[in-house]
């Protein structure tokens, strides 16, 4: 007994609907795709904000160094402002010095400084006489610590005196930082730190340093070592308490960084002796070392992020990305397993079909209403979550526009067009699904005002004309419209000019009726006018060209169950023709 070709086919359908029925490996590649485009948008948002996190605390540790320059800068300005002083006045006393620092306002007008004095250089064959001026308004005055040497350099006048009394008299020149440091100026005419030393003034842990600017007889006018060196005058100074000089310079700043300041080694400053011990991160986010010049000394400022800094990093924005992918990646799985719950039902149906006519038109009427659930549940129950999405865009760019940032602007456009692409995708596949449900009866068309009517409903500028011959054809004019309106709306929106030239010839051959829609956009190129027949394929960006993808597919579907043929003509680089055949019908429409 042999089987039926019919039969036959039916085995072979059957076959596909129960593999259809199930999930095959193309929809769990999907899936995988899906996840892993999830998981590299999430790493992606992470690592770009990490990016900008570092970014941040490298400014915040420029910006730390940058203040301490402009505070030492304007120190060295004010101590040439006593060095100009003692260009006027090249001999001062003790109450003149104390009226000129009262009137500079310490305090107030240069916080962190200690102090502010004059240390003059003092020659061995002249120390009698310099101890009997400084003796006449101060009897009680002496150098300390004295040695027999050939110059001796002594802070001679200093203010505010109640913190700084120990150091009136003091030979700098004892020690070898102090010494160096006011060598290095005399030299150089340029104002010096010294390195670091234990102020006199203060404990044994107040660390700091000395700022010396030279004066000289005559003004700061030699221009070697030797004629400075016999000149100089003195220097004015001040000493810094490195811990007061820093809560000074950042006490104003809410700081997003704790701070360690070293000079060869030697610890100048460090947070975690002072009052901000208690934002020290123990892990700290970020870490830098930085070397910076300041007049003839280099110090290494060791910056971290602290606990203020962690707390403005933390973001759960990369989160959100990945529970909406994850969201996403649900519901085409969702998606998937209604598809194929849809095809097990309906080779549940199929399965119901018996060898009687009856039966079999029965299950066919029951298989037609299914579709047509299936159609309704595809425009509604899938469009409707997809409107929902886009409300819910529409109300977050309503209320957070302002505050959001402007990656997440723009990751909210680009759901936006997406969800947008995936509602004319649906409505494109309804009217696919519907191609030859449906027969429309053939009447007597007139090509030139069908086109031009479907030309002028469609969206295009002034600049775009078309022309079309007068001619007639019989065909269903639902089938028709359709053709002409996707044809000329794609030649509209993949065309790449402003002015767009259309023209539409119909002439009747034997047997058919040949339409030819040609353009002057961008061409196709040979190789890829199969796939433009494609579902879902488009030669252009998806964000550049709005469109699903189907509209060439669909033409092609219902000229094919009208028995037409549809091809393309370009050579690729300007104007496309789209030649379409068509079966002349034998009966005639009156």
Request: hydrophobic letters at 40%.
């Amino acid at each position: 007994m042999t089987t039926s070709p019919d039969l036959q086919n039916g085995y072979h359908y059957r076959a596909k609907l129960v593999k259809a029925g199930r999930l095959q490996s193309a929809h769990w590649a999907i899936l995988g795709l899906s996840i892993l485009l999830t998981i590299i948008a999430w790493q992606f948002s992470r690592q770009q904000l990490e990016q900008k996190i570092e970014e941040r605390f490298n400014r915040e540790a420029a910006h730390v160094i940058e203040l301490v320059k402009e505070r030492m800068t304007l120190y060295e300005r004010f101590l040439w402002g006593a060095v100009a002083l003692n260009d006027v006045n090249n001999k001062l006393d003790n109450n003149e010095w104390k009226t000129y620092a009262d009137s500079l306002n310490l305090g107030k007008t240069y916080p962190g400084i200690h102090g502010i004095g004059i240390i003059y250089n003092i020659q061995a064959n002249g120390l009698d006489e310099y101890l009997r001026e400084q003796r006449i308004n101060r009897p009680e005055y002496n150098i300390h610590p004295f040695q027999e040497k050939y110059e001796y350099w002594p802070i001679t006048y200093i203010e505010p005196l109640a913190t700084n009394f120990k150091a009136v008299g003091l030979d700098v020149s004892f020690e070898s930082n102090r010494y160096n440091g006011i060598k290095k100026s005399r030299d150089s005419g340029l104002a010096k730190l010294t390195g670091p030393i234990a102020l006199v003034q203060g404990n044994k842990n107040n660390t700091g340093f000395l700022f010396y600017a030279p004066f000289y007889r005559g003004g700061n006018q030699y221009n070697t070592i030797a004629e400075r060196q016999e000149n100089i005058i003195g220097v004015s100074y001040a000493p810094f308490i490195m811990h007061k000089l820093i809560t000074a310079v950042l006490s104003d700043n809410n700081q997003l960084t704790s701070l360690k300041i070293t000079d060869q080694g030697v610890s100048l400053y460090d947070d975690e002796n002072h009052q901000a011990r208690n934002k020290i991160d123990a892990e700290p986010l970020f870490t830098t070392d930085i070397d910076a010049e300041f007049y003839g000394r280099v110090w290494t400022f060791h910056i971290t992020s602290n606990i203020d800094f962690r707390k403005g990093a933390e973001t759960s924005q990369p989160y959100y990305i990945l529970l909406g992918g994850i969201i996403i990646d649900l519901l085409i799985l969702a998606m998937f397993l209604f598809l194929a719950k849809a095809n097990r039902q309906a080779l549940v149906y199929a399965d119901r079909v018996t060898d009687e006519l009856n039966e079999k038109t029965i299950c066919l009427k029951k298989s037609n209403e299914d579709l047509e659930q299936f159609a309704y549940v595809a425009s509604h129950d899938l469009v409707s979550p997809l409107n929902a999405i886009q409300k819910l865009i529409s109300w977050i760019k309503e209320d957070c526009i302002e505050i959001l940032p402007e990656t997440t602007k723009t990751h909210l456009s680009l759901l936006e067009s997406r969800t947008q692409r995936m509602i004319n995708l649906l409505k494109d596949l309804l009217d696919y699904s519907r191609v030859g449900r449906v027969d429309f009866d053939a009447e007597l068309l007139q090509i030139k005002p069908l086109t031009n009517d479907i030309f002028a409903l469609l969206d295009h500028n002034t600049n775009t004309s078309l022309t079309v011959n007068d001619a007639k054809l019989i065909f269903p004019r639902v089938p028709f419209e359709i053709i002409m309106r996707n044809l000329i709306s794609n030649a509209i929106k993949h065309h790449d000019k402003e002015k767009i030239n259309l023209e539409v010839t119909l002439k009747e051959l034997p047997n058919y009726y040949q339409i030819c829609v040609q353009d002057d956009g961008p061409g196709i190129p040979p190789e890829l006018t199969n796939k433009a027949l494609e579902m879902f394929q488009t030669l252009q960006p998806r964000d550049k060209v709005e469109g699903s993808g189907m509209g060439l597919s669909l033409i092609v579907k219902i000229i094919e169950h009208y028995r037409g043929k549809l091809s393309i003509e370009s050579d690729g680089i300007r104007g496309t023709k789209v030649i379409i055949l068509l079966p002349i019908p034998n009966n005639t429409v009156g």
